[in-house]
């Protein structure tokens, strides 16, 4: 019976929990025994009971809880070749020679590394006696297939990554409560957003409510941003509108590489000499990544984790490393090596050509 373990990695996203009901589940609809990996690679280097073998039932429930259930952590160990050559005795010790990994583009760049090394982890393992060559036969390659789990919609080659969704939804949750108290007092809010590298978050979202500005790090501003904010936000002043929503993602700059950051614009705002608005800074933190997944991450999580098992079977030596993704609307399998070199940057300055013909749309009454 062929041994398949599946792990999350690196942050949390809404719909992990949801993949991994799914691979477990379609593992033992095709007949296989299924692992699941508890606090990513730090228990795939510890081993014993940080492996587990599960059940149908097990992950009952697991669609709508948000996180990840079976855990996630940074593993320094696993950066370091001892650490991976002891993951890798872990799995042959459980018999496990294929793994499905649901994370952001870091913990899948680890794990094509993980594969490319095996066949010398293998040798080393039986060189040192923990192993006899005849145990390790069955064992010689190493299958790896990943799953994009990350709320900032980072990754190149697919539409969506499991978990952008949800928090989307959840900042404009959010941005909707704030609007309704900045309109009251006719005040100024600055949302800061999550995205270290990546701009998507903030960017859909300014769309889907309409703010009046917004600072991402793929369209560094210029050095007269200052004024093109001021501008924008007076002339909505002056067609009457009683709330300012400024949208900034954490990763913003200028384009010296400077950071824009929320006090700046909020000072900025506030300036008596300038707009002289009541403003206040909002930063919405780590509701944006917690809580449970949106239908759409749930579908998503559930389609792709059937399609990550049957990818893991179908996968031999000579196959690429691919993960899963949604392209047009499809489910499917692409090399991870080259979408990792990607950057997501392309794609999302072309949406910020959009956003400009969005913006027009904005509702200043
Ligand atoms: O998952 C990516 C991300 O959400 C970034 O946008 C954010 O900067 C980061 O995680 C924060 O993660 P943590 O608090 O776990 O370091």
């Not at 004024?227 to 909505?236: A, D, G, N, Q, Y």
Request: proline residues 2%.
């Amino acid at each position: 019976r062929k041994k398949i373990a599946v792990m999350t990695s690196g942050g949390d996203s809404a719909g992990m929990n949801a993949v991994v009901r799914a691979v477990v589940r379609m593992s033992i609809h095709l007949d296989c025994d299924i692992f699941c990996v508890y606090e990513g690679y730090e228990g795939l280097v510890r081993g014993g009971n940080y492996i587990r073998q599960m059940g149908w039932e097990d992950v009952r429930g697991y669609l709508s809880e948000g996180g990840t259930l079976i855990g996630t952590a940074r593993c320094m160990a696993f950066y370091e070749r001892p650490g991976r050559l002891q993951a890798a005795k872990n799995m042959v010790l459980n018999g496990i020679d294929a793994l499905i990994i649901c994370g952001g583009d870091g913990s899948l760049t680890g794990a094509d590394r993980f594969r490319s090394e095996w066949p010398s982890l293998i040798e080393e393992l039986v060189s040192k006696g923990d192993f006899k060559q005849e145990q390790v036969e069955p064992y010689k390659h190493l299958n790896i297939v990943g799953l994009v789990g990350s709320i900032d919609n980072d990754l190149s080659g697919t539409d969506a990554t499991i978990g952008a969704y949800s928090a989307l939804s959840r900042i404009c949750e959010m941005v909707d409560y704030i609007e309704a108290t900045a309109s009251s007092h006719s005040r100024a809010f600055v949302i800061e957003v999550m995205g270290r590298h990546c701009g998507w978050l903030a960017l859909m979202a300014a769309v889907a409510t309409g703010a009046d500005f917004l600072f991402i790090p793929e369209k560094p501003r210029e050095d007269n941003w200052r004024e093109e904010m001021c501008k924008v936000i007076r002339e909505h002043r002056n067609l009457g509108k009683r709330k300012t929503i400024v949208i900034i993602a954490e990763g913003a700059l200028d384009k010296h590489g400077v950071k824009i950051s929320p006090s700046m614009v909020k000072d900025l705002l506030a300036d008596k000499d300038g707009l002289g608005l009541d403003t206040r800074i909002t930063t919405l933190g780590h509701v944006q990544r917690g809580g449970s997944a949106v239908a759409y991450d749930r579908m998503l999580a559930t389609l792709q984790g059937v399609e990550a098992v049957k990818a893991v079977l179908e996968a031999t030596p000579e196959t690429e490393t691919c993960f899963i993704a949604i392209t047009e609307n499809k489910i499917t399998r692409k090399p991870l090596m080259a979408a990792v070199k990607e950057t997501k940057e392309v794609a999302t300055l072309i949406e910020a050509q959009r956003f400009n013909e969005a913006m027009a749309l904005r509702d200043t009454e």
